[in-house]
């Protein structure tokens, strides 16, 4: 079946380090693959989405490529800031309807 | 603009009661989903809704019943609460349900069972 595999978190940075979350995922067919980020308190908000393979997705100086050689999407940021510090989701969307499958989540701190 | 909107935002129950939770969105979407979130295991999707007067169940169904009141209503029922049913509970909704669309988010209502 499909799946998302997720670094296992938590990741603490200082701020302006280089961020990375490795995501990987099974699935049949093409799927669409996403980023979803979970700041305290609130929902999950859509951060990039690609939809098929060597696309990359950004949106606030992160970005991912979907590599369907190696199965993967990994979230990358040049400099991150304190105002990233969330929880970051990898999402697969397949099968003719918009059901989200979720990796476990990466908890990302990062320290002035 | 409100976006989704759930309610409560956080529950205690006891083994064995019922409650509903509540979601509202206001953006003129044809699909509403629930989702459960548990440590380390990210959401799962318990049902989802692809219009007005259709539902239908997705990865964790058992125990739970949803219903589409209108356009703008998708209210997930537990019928005897369980300690596993503790969880943060999501609703989402989406313009058609399009695999590339973007899901928007409420912000989650925390459920305990005790």
């Known amino acids: 079946g499909n799946s998302v595999t997720q670094m296992e978190g938590p990741v603490t940075l200082s701020e302006e380090a280089f961020l990375t979350i490795n995501c990987t995922y099974t699935a049949t067919g093409y799927p669409s693959l996403f980023w979803y980020v979970q700041y305290p308190g609130e929902g999950l908000q859509l951060l990039l989405k690609a939809t098929k393979a060597d696309d990359k997705g950004s949106n606030k100086g992160f970005e991912a490529t979907y590599r369907k050689e190696t199965t993967s999407f990994h979230l990358e940021k040049g400099s991150v800031q304190v105002s990233d510090s969330a929880v970051y989701f990898c999402a697969l969307s397949a099968g003719g309807y918009n059901k989200l499958i979720f990796g476990a989540g990466t908890r990302l701190a990062v320290h002035p | 603009n409100a976006g989704v909107t759930q309610t409560p935002k956080f529950q205690v129950l006891k083994t064995g009661q019922s409650m509903t939770l509540q979601c509202a969105q206001d953006?003129?979407?044809?699909?509403m989903y629930w989702y459960r979130q548990d440590p380390g295991m990210g959401l799962r999707l318990i049902y989802y809704?692809?219009?007005?007067?259709?539902?239908d169940k997705g990865e964790v169904p058992n125990g739970y019943n949803v219903s589409r009141l209108n356009k703008r209503e998708f209210s997930l029922r537990l019928e005897s609460a369980a300690p596993s049913q503790t969880s943060v509970y999501f609703c989402a909704s989406s313009g058609s349900g399009g695999v590339d669309e973007k899901l928007f988010f409420g912000s989650g209502t925390q459920l305990s069972v005790l």
């Open positions: 953006m003129n979407h044809n699909s």
């Open positions: 809704s692809a219009s007005e007067g259709t539902t």
